[in-house]
Structure formats: C-alpha cells, structure tokens
C-alpha cells in the first residue's frame, strides 16, 4: 500500500490537531493526472461497450433474417419437410 501512495505522490502521516485520523496529502498535479487517465480509462471503456453493442446488435439481425427466412419457408414446406428454393422467397 506504501509503493501505491508513493508512486501517486500521497503521503499519510498523523496529524496531532485531526482528532479523526491520519491526513492525506496529495500533490495537486498528480490528483490532475489521475482524474486524466480515470478519465481516459472510462471514455476507452464505454468505446469498447459501443463496439460490443453493435457486433451483438448485427449479428441479432443476421439471425433474425435467417430465423424469418426458415419460418416462411417453413410455413410453406411439404409434409415430408423438403423445401423448394421457390419457398426461401
């Protein structure tokens, strides 16, 4: 936990009149750089979602072209379950 504080900048130390606890100082350019790369992490994270969304999003279609394409054909197939291209459209 001591590395972490360290390569952030933080130092904790007891301070006599905080009766509540230790204190924390924090560089104000090391919180700036932080909130960036929090920032950067979150943006990269809801790209990554966006692009997942819509992967998921066409290949539903997809399916949901072939699941409309089978039942047509379906409804109009023989007892025996054979189709004719002629029922594919």
């Known amino acids: 936990m001591a590395d972490a504080a360290a390569s952030t900048g933080a130092t904790a130390s007891a301070a006599a009149s905080n009766a509540d606890g230790p204190t924390v100082a924090v560089d104000v350019e090391d919180h700036a750089e932080a909130r960036e790369r929090f920032a950067g992490i979150l943006a990269k994270l809801h790209s990554l979602e966006d ?3 819509d992967e998921i999003r066409d290949e539903l279609h ?5 699941l409309h394409l089978h039942t047509a054909a379906s409804g109009q197939a023989t007892a025996t379950g054979d189709y004719k291209p ?3 459209s």
């Open 51 to 53: 692009a997942v969304i």
């Open 62 to 66: 997809a399916l949901g072209s072939l």
């Open 86 to 88: 002629e029922d594919l």
